[in-house]
């Protein structure tokens, strides 16, 4: 099993529209969460930390469910713009010190 | 600007040659990683430094792999006898070093290798 797996998707939704993505991880341990966005050919850039209350910012949500070991992303009213890869991120322990692990990628076609 | 920057931005090289990419930081980050990335896969962990000193490194980074950030702040990475498949984007990242969320990485544009 992977240690952090996504759905790669795409999915393909029309403006307006409201998506979500889940990201589960098989290390119970695991610390902190991120959800990255990366356009095509491009870095990976910072989208959101992902906190254990929930958070929002704009039309994005992020959800942690530690029980079931799965983060999520929402987008409301979806733009052009959003059409991108989006990247789970999961910081695990090993060895005395952590980890990133990233996903494969969810890839979001945003039509018009 | 004061982002991740990245040297150089694409590499062609023919199979069997050396090449070396160099990676500057965010200036006050103390952590360097370098990741490998393939078309459709998320990127791959190969080696991060805290300071001048390697923590870690990944199963991926083979011996024709070496990595230096000799006085804690560029770093470099090198590939000796390159095969056609390390064609891939290499990206370096920096952070603060704090764990938790406030050890947020940040990219730089990366390294397109292509190996002919």
């Known amino acids: 099993r992977k240690e952090v797996e996504q759905d790669p998707g795409p999915f393909n939704v029309p403006e307006g529209a409201t998506v979500a993505f889940n990201c589960t991880y098989s290390n119970s341990a695991s610390q902190s969460f991120f959800w990255y966005r990366q356009d095509c050919r491009k870095e990976p850039k910072l989208l959101m930390s992902?906190?254990?209350s929930g958070n929002e910012d704009g039309r994005f949500t992020a959800q942690l469910n530690r029980a079931s070991q799965y983060i999520s992303l929402l987008i409301r009213d979806s733009k052009l713009s959003d059409s991108a890869t989006y990247l789970c991120?999961?910081?695990?322990?090993?060895?005395?010190?952590?980890?990133?692990?990233f996903g494969t990628g969810t890839r979001l076609k945003v039509l018009a | 600007d004061t982002g991740v920057s990245q040297d150089p931005r694409h590499k062609i090289t023919k199979r069997g040659q050396n090449v070396t990419f160099r990676c500057d930081p965010i200036s006050e980050h103390n952590r360097l990683y370098w990741y490998r990335q393939t078309l459709g896969q998320g990127p791959e962990f190969l080696t991060y430094?805290?300071?001048?000193?390697?923590?870690?490194k990944s199963r991926l980074l083979s011996d024709r792999f070496s990595a230096e950030r000799p006085k804690g702040s560029f770093s470099t990475l090198e590939i000796q006898r390159t095969e056609q498949g390390d064609s891939a984007m290499y990206l370096c990242?920096?952070?603060?070093?704090?764990?938790?969320?406030?050890?947020?990485?940040?990219f730089g544009p990366g390294t397109r290798l292509t190996v002919l």
């Open positions: 991120v999961v910081i695990a322990p090993t060895s005395g010190t952590y980890k990133y692990i």
């Open positions: 990242a920096s952070s603060s070093g704090h764990l938790g969320r406030t050890d947020t990485q940040y």
């Open positions: 992902v906190y254990s």
């Open positions: 430094f805290q300071n001048e000193a390697q923590l870690e």
